[in-house]
Structure formats: structure tokens, C-alpha cells
């Protein structure tokens, strides 16, 4: 493991402590603008344990960010957040429909007042504290504009930390043009990437992974199916 990797590892290890790393440079932003076609619409608002599907992302990411943004689509709504959950968030939509995951980012950067910001999805719904935590401890020893987690042979574009003013810039320009992969933009970034061997100790399950598209994928995570991996 590196030695960036461990101090990440370490920062992770402390992430309920009041020492640990703060929240108070991040902004949190939710990409809450998918269709969910293959749900029957309202993907975000489905029941999940208990809860729409959207508030487990929320309440991973709330402890630690400094303001939360939550994103949904241009021509849509979003299910209400929960009255608990601190910071209140931030509700944006995205600038245009039809134009996928870059325009829900282009608009929640555009809020967002700080440094850095870890971007997730809205349909993760086992992200869990110790693991983004560590995401953004590596990101704050990291002279990368984007850091993100390994899976498998490659790397998956959510969570990811960004260099939030680069990052908005950045996005902006790919928006207007014909290359409007997330990835492309992270890759543009300069990206550092989280091997498995750092990440495993945050998140022991690999439950990260986890994403909901459709009534199988909502199944498996009300059972807390492992290792469910991206589509």
C-alpha cells in the first residue's frame, strides 16, 4: 500500500471521531436527475429499507460536507429529504435534459462554495461514511484534480472528489461540445485512482458498488446483497 494510501486508510479509520478529517472545505453534491426508465419513473422516491431510495445517499454524505447539493432532472422532482438531515440541502436541476450525468454536475459545481467536492450518485444506496471519508482524505493528499475508487480492472466515475472551480470549468466546456462522458471529464481532470487494496478496509463488503436501475437491482439492495457491481 502507499503511503498516500495508508494515511488515507488511517484518516478513514477516524472518520466518526471529532479529530478526523472535517467536512468544512467539501460541498456534497447528489446527482438525483436519472430517468428511471426501467423502474417505471421516480427511481429516487422508491422505498428502500424503509426510505425513498435517494435518502441513503444523503445521509452517507451529510456528516461530512460542509453543504449538501442535490441535483434532479431539469423536467422532474425530487422526493422531499429527510427533516433530520443537516446541512439542508441545496436543490438544483439540470440545466437541460438529454444531456446526461455532465449537466446534473455542471449545475450542482455551480453551487457549490468550496474547495473540493465529493460527488455521488443518487442511487447508491450502501455508500458508507468511512469509505467516502476516505476518498476525501486521499483527495486532500493528492495534487489531482479528480480521485476516484478502483473496480476491477478499471475505475468508477461515483463517488469521485474534485477540484471543484477546475472541475466546473472543465465540465462547462465538455457540456457545450460532443465529448459529455463523466469519465471524460474526471480523466481530463487529471485523475489519481484508489487501488482495492486502500479502499477494502473502509468498506470491507464492497457494498459501494451497489447502484439501482431496475426492480432487480432494488431487490438485491433491500436484501443488502453484496457486490453488486455497476451497470
Known amino acids: 500500500m502507499s503511503e498516500l494510501a495508508a494515511r488515507a486508510v488511517d484518516s478513514a479509520a477516524r472518520a466518526g471521531d471529532p479529530a478526523g478529517p472535517p467536512g468544512g472545505s467539501v460541498s456534497g453534491i447528489v ?3 436519472g430517468r428511471g426508465s426501467r423502474l417505471g419513473g421516480d427511481k ?3 422505498p428502500l429499507r424503509g426510505r425513498p431510495l435517494l435518502d441513503h445517499a444523503l445521509l452517507a454524505l451529510a456528516p461530512l460536507v460542509a453543504e449538501l447539493i442535490v441535483v434532479g432532472p431539469a423536467h422532474g422532482a425530487l422526493p422531499p429529504s429527510p427533516p433530520e ?3 439542508t ?3 438544483a436541476f439540470d440545466l437541460q435534459a438529454g444531456l446526461g450525468p455532465l449537466a446534473g454536475v455542471v449545475a450542482g459545481l455551480g453551487l457549490a462554495s468550496q474547495p473540493r467536492s465529493l460527488i455521488v450518485g443518487g442511487d447508491q444506496p450502501a455508500l458508507v461514511p468511512a469509505l467516502l471519508a476516505g476518498l476525501l482524505a486521499a483527495a486532500a493528499d493528492s495534487l489531482a484534480g479528480a480521485v476516484v475508487l478502483a473496480d476491477g480492472d478499471g475505475w468508477s466515475p461515483l463517488p469521485s472528489v ?4 477546475a472541475a466546473l470549468v472543465e465540465a462547462r466546456r465538455r457540456l457545450s461540445g460532443p465529448q459529455r ?3 471524460g471529464l474526471l480523466v481530463g481532470l487529471g485523475l489519481e485512482v484508489v487501488d482495492e487494496a486502500a479502499w477494502r478496509p473502509w468498506d470491507p463488503a464492497g457494498a ?3 447502484d439501482v436501475d431496475s426492480p432487480a437491482d432494488l431487490r438485491a439492495a433491500e436484501g443488502g446483497a453484496p457486490e453488486m457491481t455497476r451497470h
Open 31 to 33: 446527482l438525483a436527475g
Open 181 to 183: 462522458s463523466l469519465k
Open 85 to 87: 438531515l443537516r446541512p
Open 208 to 210: 459501494w458498488r451497489q
Open 44 to 46: 429516487l422516491g422508491r
Open 162 to 165: 474534485v477540484v471543484t472551480r
Open 89 to 91: 440541502p441545496i436543490r
